[in-house]
């Protein structure tokens, strides 16, 4: 894994702009996110979370505006950030025909990461797949396939690490499991941004808080910093609220 000092922004996205056709997906979006920090994306549909979780991916080419991944900016070294991002969506496209074991052996390949036999192994036991080592990934449930692309996502190491509403799918304990997971990931220096609906769900583990409405950032910063400026007793939803009500009246 990339390592990244802890005062260091992971992300950095300045003007983001992306068009497609007549529809303007992104609109200027700026915000950064500290390296080793979880962070929430989150917005309502069409806010321009998937966009924007993409782009940084290097998947989509923005329209304009700059955006660099763990130092490196991904319009010029899009190979490069490939190479210690991960990404997993809400509905991971599994190869059909392939074991859950030779998926790891796939993406191991694919990132030259030699002792992926261990660190295979060590996944498979701490997200539960054990006895689904040997199955297809046609046989596996909705959740299954999720913890699948999980283990794929963390079997490089990467330095940062873009979930898309990760927790459809997942049972309480799987979800329990993948917030500790993303924790624990974040603690030894990963970067993690969670992008998400369910704000119940991710603010005991989040940091740092990304709003995003209409293809525009409303606010970015600490999850304390949010609280102080609109819901300081409040959860992560009422700031929301209050963020997207302010929009509204101005």
Same mark, same amino acid.
């Given at each position: 894994?990339?390592?990244?000092?802890t005062?260091?922004?992971?992300?950095?996205? =300045?003007?983001?702009?992306?068009?497609?056709?007549?529809? %303007?997906?992104?609109?200027?979006?700026?915000?950064?996110?500290?390296?080793?920090?979880?962070?929430?994306?989150?917005?309502?549909?069409?806010?321009?979370?998937?966009?924007?979780?993409?782009?940084?991916?290097?998947?989509?080419?923005?329209?304009?505006?700059?955006?660099?991944?763990?130092?490196?900016? #991904?319009?010029?070294e899009?190979?490069? #950030?490939?190479?210690?991002?991960?990404? #997993?969506?809400? !509905?991971?496209? /599994?190869?059909?025909? /392939?074991?859950?074991?030779?998926?790891?052996?796939?993406?191991?390949?694919?990132?030259? #990461?030699? !002792?992926?036999?261990?660190?295979?192994?060590?996944?498979?036991?701490q997200?539960?797949?054990?006895?689904?080592?040997?199955a297809?990934?046609?046989?596996? $449930?909705?959740?299954?396939?999720?913890?699948?692309?999980?283990?794929?996502?963390?079997? +490089?190491?990467?330095?940062? %690490?873009?979930?898309?509403?990760?927790l459809?799918?997942?049972?309480?304990?799987?979800?329990?499991?993948?917030?500790?997971?993303?924790?624990?990931?974040?603690?030894?220096?990963?970067?993690?941004?969670?992008?998400?609906?369910?704000?119940?769900?991710?603010? !005991?583990?989040?940091? +740092?808080?990304?709003?995003?409405? +209409?293809?525009?950032?409303?606010?970015?910063?600490?999850?304390?910093?949010?609280?102080? $400026?609109?819901?300081?007793?409040?959860?992560l939803?009422?700031?929301?609220?209050? =963020?997207?009500?302010?929009?509204?009246?101005?």
């Amino acid at each position: 894994m990339t390592e990244l000092p802890t005062n260091h922004n992971a992300i950095e996205v =300045v003007d983001f702009r992306k068009v497609y056709g007549s529809t %303007l997906a992104a609109a200027g979006i700026s915000f950064s996110l500290p390296a080793g920090t979880v962070g929430a994306l989150v917005g309502p549909n069409g806010a321009g979370k998937t966009t924007t979780i993409r782009a940084l991916c290097g998947i989509i080419r923005p329209t304009s505006g700059m955006l660099r991944v763990a130092g490196l900016d #991904v319009q010029t070294e899009p190979l490069k #950030v490939k190479q210690v991002v991960a990404y #997993v969506p809400d !509905d991971p496209p /599994l190869f059909e025909t /392939l074991t859950v074991w030779e998926h790891l052996r796939f993406i191991a390949s694919a990132y030259e #990461v030699e !002792d992926y036999q261990q660190r295979g192994a060590e996944l498979l036991t701490q997200l539960n797949l054990d006895s689904k080592r040997n199955a297809l990934a046609s046989e596996l $449930s909705r959740g299954m396939r999720q913890k699948v692309a999980i283990a794929c996502a963390y079997l +490089h190491n990467p330095a940062v %690490l873009f979930f898309d509403e990760p927790l459809s799918g997942l049972d309480p304990a799987a979800i329990r499991l993948l917030k500790r997971t993303m924790v624990e990931r974040a603690e030894r220096g990963a970067t993690v941004l969670v992008s998400s609906h369910l704000l119940a769900l991710v603010e !005991d583990i989040c940091r +740092h808080l990304i709003v995003l409405r +209409h293809g525009k950032c409303l606010f970015s910063g600490t999850v304390e910093l949010a609280r102080e $400026s609109y819901a300081e007793s409040g959860s992560l939803e009422d700031v929301f609220f209050r =963020v997207t009500e302010e929009e509204d009246v101005g």
